[in-house]
C-alpha cells in the first residue's frame, strides 16, 4: 500500500498537464455535433475527423449530441494514416459524449518498461477510456475529485459537477485517490466507485449487467456516503 501511494502522490503533483508539451500523439477519429479546441490565445475550433491531437490539448463539447473520439498512436511504432480507408496503429482511444470539458495528453514513464502513461483531466463529462490489451501502456484520469492510476483496458468516468465523480472499470484495475485526502481505494475489473465532492471513495459495489453506467449510475440500493477526511496529524 506504501508503494501506491507514492504512486498516486506523483499523480496529484503533477497538476495539470496541459504544460507537456506540443508534439502529436493522435488523431480524432469520429466528431460529431460542436466539439471545440481550446488554445491559449487562439480563438476556439471546430475539431474535424483526421485532426491531429497535440500533447495537453483542451477539449470542450457543448451539445447533448457532441462526440470526439480519439485514437492515440502506438507508442513503439510510427503512426500510420492512408489515404480512403483509414488505418491507424493506435495503442488506444478515448470517446467523450454530450457536454464535457477535457486536458487530453500523453508523458514517458520513469519506469522504461512501463512506456507511455495517457494523462486525462477530466473537469465534467462522461469518459470511455480503452486501451489496447498486452501492451505497457497504462493511463492516468485527474478530475475535481480524484486522481486515478489505470492499468487496464477499459474504464468509464461520468464527472457530475453537483454529484462527484462515478469511476468503473470494466476491464483492469484502478487504483483511486480522492483530493480531500484518505487512504487510496483499488478498484477492480467489474467494481465501480463514486467521490463524492469533499468526500472519499465508496467501497468498491459490483457492477450490474445491461446497464449503460454512464446515463444511469447504479446508485440505487447502495449507500453512498462516505466519512469527512481526517485533519492532517
Given at each position: 500500500m506504501r508503494a501506491l501511494a507514492g504512486f498516486l502522490v506523483c499523480i496529484v503533483?503533477?497538476?495539470?498537464?496541459?504544460?507537456?508539451?506540443a508534439e502529436e500523439i493522435g488523431k480524432v477519429v469520429t466528431v460529431r455535433s460542436q466539439v471545440l479546441a481550446i488554445e491559449s490565445g487562439k480563438p476556439p475550433r471546430q475539431l474535424v475527423r483526421l485532426d491531429p491531437v497535440a500533447n495537453g490539448l483542451r477539449v470542450r463539447l457543448?451539445?447533448?449530441?457532441?462526440?470526439?473520439?480519439?485514437?492515440f498512436y502506438?507508442?513503439?511504432?510510427?503512426?500510420?494514416?492512408?489515404?480512403g480507408p483509414?488505418?491507424?496503429?493506435?495503442?488506444?482511444?478515448?470517446?467523450f459524449r454530450g457536454k464535457a470539458e477535457a486536458v487530453v495528453g500523453q508523458r514517458k514513464s520513469a519506469d522504461e518498461s512501463k512506456g507511455i502513461i495517457t494523462t486525462i483531466?477530466?473537469?465534467?463529462?462522461?469518459l470511455?477510456?480503452?486501451?489496447?490489451?498486452?501492451?505497457n501502456h497504462e493511463a492516468e484520469v485527474k478530475t475535481p475529485d480524484l486522481a486515478s492510476g489505470i492499468k487496464g483496458t477499459a474504464v468509464r468516468v461520468l464527472v457530475d459537477r453537483a454529484f462527484g465523480t462515478f469511476l468503473?472499470?470494466?476491464?483492469?484495475?484502478?487504483?483511486?485517490?480522492?483530493?480531500?485526502?484518505?487512504?487510496?481505494?483499488?478498484?477492480?475489473?467489474?467494481?465501480?466507485?463514486?467521490?463524492?465532492?469533499g468526500g472519499l471513495p465508496t467501497q468498491p459495489a459490483p457492477l450490474d449487467g445491461g446497464v449503460d453506467i454512464l446515463d444511469e449510475p447504479p446508485l440505487q440500493g447502495h449507500d453512498v456516503s462516505t466519512e469527512p477526511p481526517e485533519p492532517p496529524q
Open positions: 503533483a503533477a497538476g495539470s498537464w496541459a504544460a507537456a508539451g457543448t451539445q447533448p449530441d457532441s462526440l470526439l473520439r480519439v485514437a502506438d507508442s513503439k511504432k510510427p503512426p500510420l494514416v492512408r489515404e483509414q488505418s491507424l496503429k493506435i495503442d488506444g482511444s478515448l470517446v483531466e477530466t473537469l465534467w463529462g462522461r470511455l477510456l480503452m486501451l489496447r490489451p498486452g501492451q468503473a472499470v470494466d476491464e483492469g484495475v484502478a487504483v483511486v485517490q480522492a483530493v480531500a485526502g484518505g487512504d487510496p481505494v483499488v478498484v477492480r475489473s467489474g467494481q465501480w466507485v463514486l467521490v463524492p465532492p
